[in-house]
């Protein structure tokens, strides 16, 4: 196993300024381009000739196919089908010093263009920043068995599959990005590694969680409050209907039912809604008379908000 090699401090003196002429398309790519570039040096970048040597017509060509197995299979699917992709030690070295290399000299080109902007030097940077991403796709793509391999031999039964190998694949681009070639051992020997140890902290974080949520959210089992809202909804425009209707007296009813129905109901009083004998020791009349001429103001009232706010 080797230890994580000295990233080298990258990040440029200053903010990247955009060159004149710069349009479209390629002026989003020159703004996607990180200031912060991280590499992991090696011995022969200070030789003149990696360029030619890693980027040129006659450097190895090293064949990546694409990925074909779905991250998605479950658990207990067989992916003997799929014949991941073997690369030599060889071809690991050279993928891997193409993509520290164009990091490397994309930190030299930032921290050139952040002290002295210009426009050669910015079309200079969008071919490497290209090289950086499809240098790391093509690690990305040959290693992508190993997420698929760790995820199927831990038994992590709490943690969906799908999430487990969602972590695993962010633990190996952090592996690419810091794994050194320089050291002579495989990636995988330190890729699977950092993916065992992302999935034991996702079982770690999922454990916590469930110590806080013992119980997963089930959307059947929980009860709509929109028929109570609905409702409160429809009383509160039946009150300020019933308000409108006697503030105008759209109804057309006497003075005396309007008192009524105010005492009865405590529209108008601080005390609150009053008793029949209440009423009708305020209006002079008995309780039974009361009692008709409120039926009598309800059933005026029924029609009328009928008739202008619940019709048409």
Not at 122 to 146: F, I, K, P, Y
Not at 170 to 195: H, N, P, Q, W
Not at 216 to 238: G, I, T
Request: proline share 4%; charged share 30%; aromatic share 8%.
């Amino acid at each position: 196993m080797t230890r994580l090699a000295e990233k080298v401090p990258a990040r440029a003196p200053g903010r990247l300024k955009v060159p004149r002429g710069l349009t479209g398309e390629v002026l989003e790519a020159y703004l996607r381009i990180p200031t912060d570039i991280r590499f992991v040096r090696h011995p022969s970048f200070e030789d003149p000739a990696m360029d030619e040597r890693l980027f040129g017509t006659d450097a190895e060509k090293v064949y990546v196919p694409a990925w074909c197995c779905p991250a998605e299979v479950p658990e207990d699917r067989s992916t003997s089908r799929v014949r991941p992709i073997k690369l030599t030690g060889a071809q690991e070295m050279v993928l891997f010093l193409r993509y520290n290399y164009a990091r490397y000299h994309l930190h030299r080109l930032i921290a050139e263009q952040c002290r002295r902007c210009c426009m050669g030097r910015a079309e200079e940077m969008l071919l490497w920043h290209q090289r950086v991403l499809q240098s790391c796709a093509d690690l990305v793509r040959a290693n992508m068995a190993l997420v698929l391999a760790m995820a199927k031999r831990v038994n992590i039964p709490s943690v969906d599959f799908a999430e487990l190998v969602s972590e695993g694949n962010m633990a190996l681009l952090r592996s690419i990005e810091k794994f050194d070639v320089s050291r002579g051992f495989k990636f995988s020997t330190y890729g699977c590694r950092a993916i065992l140890k992302a999935f034991n902290r996702q079982a770690i974080r999922h454990g916590r969680y469930r110590q806080r949520f013992p119980m997963e959210f089930d959307a059947e089992m929980q009860k709509s409050d929109l028929p109570d809202n609905r409702h409160r909804q429809q009383w509160d425009d039946s009150v300020q209907a019933l308000r409108q209707i006697l503030s105008c007296n759209l109804a057309a009813m006497t003075d005396l039912e309007r008192r009524i129905v105010t005492f009865r109901f405590g529209l108008a009083s601080e005390a609150g809604r009053m008793t029949l004998a209440e009423v009708g020791q305020r209006v002079g009349y008995s309780n039974e008379r009361v009692r008709q001429i409120l039926n009598g103001s309800l059933r005026k009232l029924r029609e009328s908000l009928h008739s202008r706010f619940l019709v048409g």
